[in-house]
């Protein structure tokens, strides 16, 4: 059975920076895309950040590039979001996300098929 658990979320002012962790048990990291996404109330999911077979892929939102970076540590089944220069508007609530087939968009929520909990990440003005 998979299990993915996100933490490092938290509350933070604009400018500063929160690093998202997701532990995953049952699943090989290598193997597909795993991703980050965010929803805030009242909006649809987002995807923020890929990475895809071999760590060698990533992929951002546009509205997160240079600011954040997916990672991964096979050895370690970790999942990593650095995030920096944060903004209010990358308030949300962020999850993390596997898949268990050859997806096509990094971007689909639809694509993945395990899905943590969630971690709040709130960034103050």
């Known amino acids: 059975q998979v299990q993915l658990v996100e933490s490092g979320g938290g509350s933070v002012q604009a400018g500063g920076s929160l690093r998202l962790s997701c532990a995953a048990s049952?699943?090989?990291?290598?193997?597909?895309?795993m991703g980050w996404f965010r929803q805030a109330p009242g909006k649809e999911r987002e995807g923020v950040a890929a990475?895809?077979?071999?760590?060698?892929?990533?992929y951002y939102g546009d509205s997160v590039k240079g600011r954040f970076t997916i990672s991964q540590d096979n050895a370690k089944n970790t999942l990593t979001l650095q995030m920096n220069s944060l903004k209010p508007e990358d308030t949300a609530m962020y999850y993390c996300a596997a898949a268990r087939r050859a997806i096509s968009s990094w971007k689909f929520h639809y694509e993945y098929n395990y899905w943590g909990q969630g971690t709040q990440v709130t960034v103050s003005s």
């Open positions: 990475i895809c077979p071999g760590g060698s892929s990533a």
């Open positions: 049952g699943y090989t990291y290598s193997s597909y895309c």
